[in-house]
């Protein structure tokens, strides 16, 4: 549900070049996209960077689009997008202690540090290729061939890297070396032995227990 939603300004946009023009299209997708931040930030009272991205690259050059008449910067727009992902990953082998793939997915998954070291890596190859791909058909063939391109090529490049990545990880997941086993066993076990620790001298109010009382001879006699 959520792909169809992030998928909204697209496919409008599709259906607009399809019934006017790529000017058309372009101003749609710049009302639908307004629309889908607007929509995202009344419901959850916050926005996600890459929508904020996105309405800022829509605005930004479907605006000179529409003012110069030129369809050019429209088609830039999935080679910036793409290639400012590239330099994210990027970023991330050298800001931080984990690629950011590694951020993203490490709660879900284990893997050795060198293959999200390559997965990453991946990532910011498919990413480059992708924007170059955009370019290329944007420059090398007709409007209509690079609408279909945008819509179902590249949508079709992402579902099949994904699959492939996968595989990969599908690969990788039981590949951990020992000493990374070693060092998750070893970790394990001091948090066992911490929580012992705990325990054991933690106060237990079970250990208070009241001394019966027995009637003596002289109480006894006082009763009588």
Same mark, same amino acid.
């Given at each position: =549900?959520?792909?169809?939603?992030?998928?909204?300004?697209? #496919?409008?946009?599709?259906?607009?070049?399809?019934?006017?023009d790529?000017?058309?299209?372009?101003? &749609?997708?710049?009302?639908? /996209?307004?629309?889908?931040?607007?929509?995202?930030?009344?419901?959850?009272?916050?926005?996600?960077?890459?929508?904020?991205? /996105?309405?800022?690259?829509?605005?930004?050059? +479907?605006?000179?689009?529409?003012?110069?008449?030129? %369809?050019?910067?429209?088609?830039?727009?999935?080679?910036? &997008?793409?290639?400012?992902?590239?330099?994210?990953?990027?970023?991330?082998?050298?800001?931080?202690?984990?690629?950011?793939?590694?951020?993203?997915?490490?709660?879900?998954? %284990?893997?050795?540090?060198?293959?999200?070291?390559?997965? $990453?890596?991946?990532?910011?190859?498919?990413?480059?290729?992708?924007?170059?791909?955009?370019?290329?058909?944007?420059?090398?063939y !007709?409007? !209509? /061939?690079?609408?279909?391109?945008? &819509?179902? +090529?590249?949508?079709?490049? /992402?579902? #099949?890297?994904?699959?492939?990545?996968?595989?990969?990880?599908?690969?990788? =997941? !039981?590949?951990?070396?020992?000493?990374?086993? !070693?060092?998750?066993?070893? %970790?394990?076990?001091?948090?066992?032995?911490?929580?012992?620790?705990?325990?054991?001298?933690?106060?237990? $109010?079970?250990?208070?227990?009241?001394?019966?009382? @027995?009637? @003596?001879?002289?109480s006894?006699?006082?009763?009588?």
């Amino acid at each position: =549900m959520k792909l169809l939603f992030d998928l909204f300004p697209v #496919v409008l946009f599709f259906i607009a070049y399809q019934m006017y023009d790529i000017y058309t299209a372009t101003l &749609v997708i710049i009302l639908a /996209t307004i629309v889908q931040v607007a929509y995202l930030y009344i419901k959850h009272k916050r926005v996600e960077k890459l929508h904020i991205i /996105t309405l800022v690259l829509v605005v930004l050059l +479907g605006g000179l689009t529409l003012i110069l008449q030129d %369809e050019a910067f429209i088609k830039w727009k999935p080679t910036i &997008v793409n290639w400012g992902f590239a330099i994210v990953f990027l970023g991330s082998h050298y800001i931080g202690q984990k690629p950011i793939i590694q951020r993203m997915m490490g709660s879900m998954i %284990e893997l050795p540090e060198q293959v999200w070291s390559r997965l $990453s890596w991946l990532w910011i190859g498919f990413f480059v290729l992708s924007g170059v791909a955009n370019l290329y058909v944007a420059f090398n063939y !007709d409007t !209509d /061939t690079w609408v279909n391109f945008k &819509v179902f +090529g590249l949508m079709m490049m /992402t579902i #099949v890297f994904i699959l492939l990545q996968g595989l990969y990880i599908h690969r990788h =997941m !039981d590949d951990l070396e020992p000493n990374d086993l !070693d060092a998750k066993s070893t %970790e394990a076990r001091e948090n066992n032995q911490k929580n012992n620790t705990v325990e054991a001298t933690e106060p237990s $109010s079970n250990k208070i227990k009241s001394m019966p009382t @027995t009637d @003596t001879p002289d109480s006894q006699k006082s009763t009588k």
